[in-house]
């Protein structure tokens, strides 16, 4: 079996360089490199690439044995790790509130435990506007490679008891099946499929194969005229037209990752430092970024995660440009004073190698474990600061009443509260009416009246079109219907995320409004499905006026730009009656294509518009803290306080006809 013969290959740096800044572009979420992410795709094809390359390597010489693997791979990984690990964990200490600190805290014991992307499935996803703030969101990959490096090498070492064809068949059968899950998962368990290393582990069989067949694969591409330079170029622009032109909205992994995979293996097998696209990979600036790369992609994540949740990266480029100096002088220093130290075995034998790993990973865990059960440390701030924070609630009943996927509970079986015989409203709409019906339902109570809560999540005013969203269109259609037939509900409040579905995540891209594509109808351009938007939402307000309801429309409600707790626990809640979170300017014109629909339709008869920015906005600016108390939960969200102020604004504008605030509400719900 002839397995490449190894030796250091600058193209290959040149390579990790394009990875590496790919996902730090992608990362600063400004638009550059919407594609970015697949920077992690060409690691893994590399990764497969290099460390299959020594394993087969020694198993054809009979030198390989399981200590010696997991020292060099202790001495390649865990040294930077853990210094960023301790770094990460001081700052986050000073900066992230109790809950935020728990999720870290935990992150840090599933990253520790090479568990962490089954961690971050579990939590968060990877596009969310909530997921950026995560210091060790990027820590998913290592994750995905440990596990992977745990069961390779028994892979290979039963693989090379038989002959060649032996090993290539179990390399073919574990690749296929891999890639066969990856895209049958994809477009249903999205994330599932971009974390979990059964999905991602084609990725890195890729380069093994190259690994295994790179001397006779590129012999034979050698006899055919202009087939190398013409690969070449197909293999750059099947990595760099991703990078490009991928965005959060492309299903992914799944075929579409298989471009950027393609596209590394055939620049490992096919590069040299004399050939057109290699001689660009080992150039000096690429090679010395790509000898960065791996402290680099350690450092980015808790440095933009942590300025994100200052503020700091609120001042767009110049913040980032900042934030990747940082990194890149983080990277100069871990690779000078710890990566290459930890790499001479005459500084640091075996022994003390695994000592070192098995103590630094016991007191990360504890450390983390610490965290969890101290429930992120609260004493750290002032019981004043507590308070307010405790005010960011979201509704108590929002797990059990609001729904969302493909069996989602029907219309039929939805929540009413707090009163069931005398039901005559009704909100209806995505997770943005959740407290609203909770603070709604507080009021109606003085009356004896309830609420019917019909909330889905994600779910876009889909009525007429097919949803991105697994289950909403057909919830919709059910909803619509059941409020049609239901003559007892009178009155319907409208509520839906709207310039997120049209536009994209604020938190990416402020204090610039951001400019994504819909997340819905990709086949068609994007003003024509917004166009198909509109009319779906108008299809929806006509229904419901058909059958006597009074629609009252919600106009969106203001997007700050990072999450609450930043404003809670930064802000000075003490020193101010209102802490401003966004500007008026930034909500016009985040919502500068929605506002003029809704204002039309409440021209319609029965139809009336309500105003959230009326409860938080002022010339100043629109206000995350009120009064010392949390007008959201996250970033997007009312709190129920926010959701009871915003109701009597209205109520006092006229608005609406509700009786008055009752001082607590009956904590009950029925189905």
Same mark, same amino acid.
Request: hydrophobic letters at 45%.
């Given at each position: ?184 998962? !994809? ?23 190259? %690994? ?108 980032? %440009? ?39 990973? !016991?007191?990360?865990?504890? %450390? ?21 924070? %405790? ?143 509109? !009319? ?136």
């Amino acid at each position: 079996m002839k397995i490449s013969e190894g030796g250091y290959r600058p193209e290959v740096d040149g390579l990790r360089a394009v990875a590496v800044v790919s996902v730090i572009l992608f990362h600063t979420g400004l638009g550059i490199a919407t594609g970015g992410y697949v920077g992690v795709d060409i690691f893994f094809v590399i990764s497969g690439y290099l460390i299959s390359a020594i394993i087969l390597r020694e198993i054809n010489q009979g030198s390989f044995s399981f200590l010696g693997f997991y020292e060099r791979r202790i001495r390649r990984i865990f040294p930077a790790l853990f210094v960023t690990l301790i770094a990460t964990s001081v700052a986050s200490w000073i900066i992230l509130p109790p809950d935020q600190l728990q999720t870290y805290a935990q992150s840090l014991v599933a990253t520790t435990g090479f568990a962490s992307n089954i961690f971050f499935w579990l939590k968060s996803g990877y596009f969310g506007g909530d997921a950026e703030l995560y210091p060790l969101l990027h820590m998913w990959s290592l994750s995905v490679e440990e596990q992977y490096y745990i069961a390779f090498p028994f892979l290979a070492i039963v693989a090379g008891w038989g002959r060649r064809w032996l090993l290539d068949a179990l390399m073919a059968a574990a690749l296929l099946g891999s890639f066969w899950l990856c895209v049958d998962y !994809a477009p249903r368990e999205q994330m599932m499929a971009f974390f979990l290393t059964p999905m991602r582990a084609w990725e890195l069989l890729f380069g093994v194969f190259v %690994a295994i067949h790179e001397v006779s694969w590129r012999r034979a591409i050698m006899r055919i005229r202009f087939a190398k330079p013409a690969l070449e170029l197909i293999a750059a622009a099947l990595i760099a037209l991703p990078i490009w032109f991928y965005d959060s909205t492309t299903l992914f992994p799944g075929w579409s990752a298989v471009p950027p995979v393609l596209g590394t293996a055939l620049l490992i097998l096919l590069a040299t430092p004399t050939s057109m696209t290699g001689r660009i990979l080992a150039s000096r600036p690429f090679v010395f970024v790509g000898l960065l790369s791996y402290s680099a992609y350690l450092w980015h994540q808790p440095l933009f995660s942590l300025s994100r949740m200052q503020g700091f990266a609120e001042h767009g480029w110049p913040a980032y %440009a900042v934030l990747i100096l940082a990194t890149f002088a983080l990277a100069w220093f871990s690779l000078k004073c710890v990566e290459t130290p930890f790499r001479n075995r005459q500084r640091f034998s075996r022994l003390q190698i695994y000592s070192l790993f098995l103590i630094g990973s !016991a007191l990360l865990i504890a %450390a983390g474990m610490a965290g969890h059960v101290n429930k992120g440390f609260p004493d750290r701030f002032s019981e004043r600061t507590l308070a307010v924070a %405790a005010t960011g609630a979201p509704s108590p009943l929002r797990d059990e009443c609001h729904v969302e996927g493909v069996d989602a509970r029907g219309p039929d079986g939805a929540c009413r509260y707090f009163v069931k015989e005398r039901v005559h409203w009704a909100v209806f709409g995505d997770s943005h009416g959740v407290e609203i019906a909770y603070a709604l339902a507080e009021r109606l109570q003085t009356k004896q009246e309830g609420v019917l809560h019909l909330t889905f999540s994600g779910c876009q005013a889909a009525l007429t079109f097919e949803s991105d969203n697994p289950g909403c269109t057909a919830w919709l259609n059910k909803a619509v219907e059941y409020l049609e037939r239901d003559t007892e509900i009178t009155n319907v409040i409208l509520v839906f995320r709207h310039s997120y579905y049209l536009y994209g995540d604020q938190t990416k891209t402020f204090p610039k409004t951001p400019t994504a594509r819909p997340n819905f109808l990709l086949d068609l351009p994007p003003d024509e499905a917004r166009q198909r938007y509109v !009319a779906s939402l108008e299809r929806i307000v006509e229904r419901l006026t058909a059958s006597g309801k009074q629609v009252y429309l919600v106009a969106p409600i203001p997007d700050l730009p990072t999450h609450v707790e930043r404003y809670t626990f930064t802000g000075n809640p003490n020193d101010s009656d209102r802490i401003t979170g966004t500007t008026i300017e930034f909500y016009r014109e985040r919502n500068a294509f929605i506002l003029p629909v809704l204002q039309r339709l409440a021209r319609m008869p029965r139809v009336s518009l309500l105003d959230p920015s009326q409860a938080v906005c002022s010339t100043k600016g629109c206000a995350s803290l009120i009064d010392g108390k949390s007008m959201y939960f996250d970033d997007n969200h009312f709190s129920i306080e926010g959701a009871r102020r915003f109701l009597s604004v209205e109520n006092d504008r006229g608005a609406l006809a509700l009786p008055p605030m009752q001082s607590a509400a009956v904590q009950s719900v029925a189905p």
